[in-house]
């Protein structure tokens, strides 16, 4: 037993002063703070929040969110620098601008798009990065379409459903559909019953409201067909298909990609009309 303490030691023995302590730099919480900030502008976009418009104590956000109040504070003070929201001491927070274009039904798409022209490099209205998280979609959802119909159980068919029937409403309401679609998506990837999947799915889920939101405010008329499109895939998924689901999503996905490129399309024909300051001068 003596030699093997012995050997051991040697094998070991490493002084301390010579070792490489890099990988045990400090932890920041920088991403969690991030996530938190993501999920702030996520819900100031699905509930169409305006300028002017209370956001929730900040108590009861951190409470919803299941993170530390000091945490949440850092996310506000980063939104706060952005331009997103002002606090108001005693009042509350509240929403300062919100980086997309705006749903404005009285104005015309070319309008939309360019009322928000201050934005649009930010990663929260660019076109690049829509296509990016539209590709990496077609991807990782067609795949989870396919093991959600092997996989759904029933409880996950009624989830489902319910989702659906969330997305007619804000249709007859003439709401945007993007927070009911992406319950949709949530609870597909749900049933396809793969942790890691999902988890990736979840990762995505910001800038999927965003570019919703940035069709769905350039392209009305998308809004109305967005029921029909996501029972395809629901009908795909309850048949226990899976190559059928599979395609069906990604032709849903491939006509987001459609809509992209008539959405930026807009976006530069406004661009281009717009007058030129210098020789307004």
């Keep these: 037993m003596r030699y093997e303490d012995a050997d051991s030691e040697k094998r070991t023995k490493q002084p301390l002063d010579n070792r490489d302590i890099q990988a045990l730099r400090p932890v920041k919480p920088v991403r969690l703070v991030q996530s938190v900030v993501d999920r702030l502008m996520a819900y100031i976009l699905a509930n169409n929040l305006q300028p002017g418009d209370l956001l929730p104590p900040q108590r009861d956000l951190a409470d919803s969110l299941e993170v530390s109040r000091p945490i949440l504070r850092q996310a506000v003070v980063q939104l706060e620098n952005d331009g997103v929201v002002f606090v108001r001491q005693g009042s509350g927070m509240y929403v300062s601008r919100v980086p997309v274009a705006r749903s404005d039904a009285a104005q015309t798409p070319e309008h939309r798009l360019t009322s928000s022209s201050d934005h649009a490099d930010t990663a929260f209205y660019s076109h690049e990065s829509a296509f990016a998280v539209l590709e990496a979609r077609m991807v990782i959802e067609s795949e989870i379409a396919a093991l959600a119909a092997r996989r759904a159980t029933p409880a996950d068919i009624e989830e489902m459903e319910q989702s659906l029937a969330n997305i007619q409403t804000a249709i007859r309401e003439k709401k945007a559909t993007v927070s009911a679609t992406s319950r949709f998506h ?96």
Excluded: C, Y
């Design 186 to 281: 949530r609870s597909l990837a749900k049933a396809a019953h793969s942790s890691v999947l999902a988890r990736i799915l979840e990762e995505l889920a910001q800038p999927m409201m965003i570019g919703g939101l940035r069709i769905e405010s350039a392209l009305p008329e998308v809004m109305g067909s967005e029921e029909a499109n996501h029972r395809t895939i629901f009908a795909a998924i309850q048949s226990g298909d899976e190559e059928m689901a599979r395609t069906a999503m990604r032709e849903h996905l491939e006509k987001a990609h459609q809509w992209e490129q008539r959405v930026e399309q807009l976006r530069r024909e406004a661009m281009k009309n717009e007058p030129d300051p210098a020789l307004a001068n």
